[in-house]
């Protein structure tokens, strides 16, 4: 098993770009989330899906879009990028909603 | 609204000189307290969830133990390659969204 996969792995947008950032996992798990990491701070959770068609937003949404149209991917688009969506973003699956949550490598995203 | 603190910020240990890392919270009702590494340029690594008051896992290295305010993070006689970021995050009962705290930075020295 890949686990979970991220790609791109690193990008620079101009500010007002738009990008997705893809999303793969291969545990055949229910749960998806996108994480954001800014330095020297804790995860904030952006989005999550329970299923396939099932999203819901998280702590920090805004400038941010989701869809689950297959268990196994959930991509993350960021529409009229601003500087302060730089930062490292981060996938994570997790079976059900009490076990532990699986991260992929991240995304670094640097907006100019 | 859950609130997760990890102490210290950093820490430096030399190579076998044991130490702990604190996670206190603050949660409605705690479904789980979970552990994380993280290394540089990687993702969050699991290590352990703790559900209850009074329950202990341990892994090589690492034991975490949980009271109904804070964790800790007991590293015995650590190694270099125990450096990396510790993470603590909490889920409430009510959903499943982690609150993770800021993480504490581990540098054990040869």
């Known amino acids: 098993n890949a686990g979970v996969t991220q790609t791109p792995k690193f990008r620079i947008l101009k500010i007002g770009q738009s990008m997705t950032l893809q999303c793969t996992q291969d545990m055949n798990h229910n749960y998806m989330y996108w994480y954001r990491q800014d330095p020297g701070m804790g995860l904030k959770l952006i989005y999550y899906s329970v299923g396939a068609g099932i999203t819901d937003k998280g702590e920090v949404p805004n400038g941010y879009n989701v869809s689950r149209s297959t268990t196994e991917d959930f991509p993350l688009r960021l529409e009229l990028a601003a500087p302060s969506q730089t930062s490292v973003y981060f996938c994570a699956s997790s079976y059900y909603r009490k076990s532990e949550q699986f991260f992929g490598p991240g995304t670094r995203l640097t907006v100019l | 609204e859950d609130q997760v603190t990890q102490s210290p910020e950093a820490l430096r240990l030399q190579e076998g000189e044991s130490s702990s890392l604190n996670c206190s919270y603050t949660?409605?009702?705690?479904?789980?307290l979970f552990w994380y590494r993280q290394d540089p340029g990687k993702g969050p690594e699991f290590l352990f969830t703790?559900?209850?008051a009074g329950e202990e896992k341990e892994k090589e290295r690492l034991k975490a133990t949980l009271t109904k305010k804070e964790s800790f993070l007991h590293i015995t006689a650590p190694k270099p390659e125990d450096s990396a970021t510790y993470l603590c995050?909490?889920?409430?009962?009510?959903?499943?969204?982690?609150?993770f705290g800021e993480g504490t930075q581990l540098t054990v020295n040869p």
């Open positions: 949660v409605s009702g705690l479904r789980g």
């Open positions: 703790l559900y209850s």
């Open positions: 995050a909490v889920q409430e009962t009510s959903g499943s969204r982690l609150t």
